[in-house]
């Protein structure tokens, strides 16, 4: 009995010890988030999310970046659902390389560079499929913290850019600068103090453009003033990283909205170039996109391309076929794409309508005010000049949702409103 007790009273003990094992491992599981905050509302999003919530049959949302047609909805084009008939059950669901669908990688920089680019055809330039522009813009800016030397190791960014742009180079530990860019009193580009900007930085600096409709000012520069910063570039031996996010989305033509791109490669600059889908062929939930990087010859191509995949490899490995797809097969096959020339035209021009439309509503208002640059301005964007109490005012008295910037996303005006909207911006304004 005296062993059988003793046996007994061991196990109790071993039951308490790891009753009270367990106990400290629940305490300690329990406070290791402790210390986490709720981050911040992305802002663009919670303006969407404010204008769900809002039961008003009067509301509009012009916060949203994305292309809507005239009565407010998404829109599928009939050329992707064309490449999506051809693709469909032609393909398996295997990995595609680390580098992406060639095929879509080829067409991307026929896209950018041109169609008889002799960079492509001498295999001078790097390039994978990437995320969408936002994905080519986090591999470019980790590719440029892992090899440049700490003197060209910061990126200028125009005052103002797509907000996104801060976070991505901020999370690759890229440190940021920034040019002039938008004139608030002209509402136009600030030319001379850019020109001042590029000419007194650092030489070899590393610069981002917006290729064409500025995010988010609707502000570009004229092709003489793109050939101006070409060459102050080429005098300061900077590097030109260009976002591509709206190709044909901001004139219609995809080759007029690249002729930034093409100047300076006539100039000679190795450049780069994140290219994005989502808008100019409504790929937006497909994340398809291609970053691109000019080099001396095609030994260093090779050399860049392999450190760019190894840097993709631990983010997500590979990236994804079926958009990857859709986008070779519409820019593959001549007339797919001539169908998707017409529906970008299409949308854009609908976009250009609406600014003429505001701008005329708020002037047969009798606005004291010029809103020339309602039509001056190009792309999805408009940079209103409303300051963020009379955003405020549009949301709370008219049911109006936009970023505080004042920006109005021109997709999301339509013959039904336009007027509503102009006649609220006239209310808010007219004592400015």
Known sequence: MAIRAGIISGRNLTLRASSSSSLGARSLSSSWWRNVEPAPKDYILGVTEAFLADRSPDKVNVGVGAYRDDKGKPVVLECVREAERRIMGSFNMEYLPMGGNATMIEESLKLAYGEKSDLIKDKRIA????????GACRIFADFQNRFLIPDHLQIYFPAPTWSTHHCIWKDAHVPQRSYHYYHPESKGLDFGAMMGDIKNAPKGSIFLLHACAHNPTGVDPTEEQWREISQQFKMNGHFAFFDVAYQGLASGNPEKDAKAIRIFLEDGHP?????????NMGLYGQ????????????KQAVAVKSQLQ??????????????????????????????WLGEVKGMADRIIG????LRENLEKL???LSWEHITNQIGMFCYS??????????????????????RISM?????????????AIHEVTRSA
């Open 127 to 134: 390039a994978i499929q990437t995320l969408s522009g936002t």
């Open 271 to 279: 450049i780069g170039c994140a290219q994005s889908y989502a808008k």
């Open 287 to 298: 994340r398809v996109g291609c970053l691109s990087v000019v080099c001396e010859d095609e």
């Open 310 to 339: 190894q840097v993709a490899r631990p983010m997500y490995s590979n990236p994804p076929v079926h958009g990857a797809l859709v986008v070779s097969t519409i820019l593959g096959d001549p007339n797919l794409k001539n169908l």
């Open 354 to 357: 609406m600014r003429t439309a």
């Open 366 to 368: 009798g606005s004291p």
């Open 385 to 406: 000049g409303m300051t963020p109490e009379q955003v405020d005012r549009l949301t709370k008295e008219y049911h109006i949702y936009m970023t505080r910037n004042g």
């Open 411 to 423: 997709a999301g005006v339509t013959t039904g409103n336009v007027g509503y909207l102009a006649n």
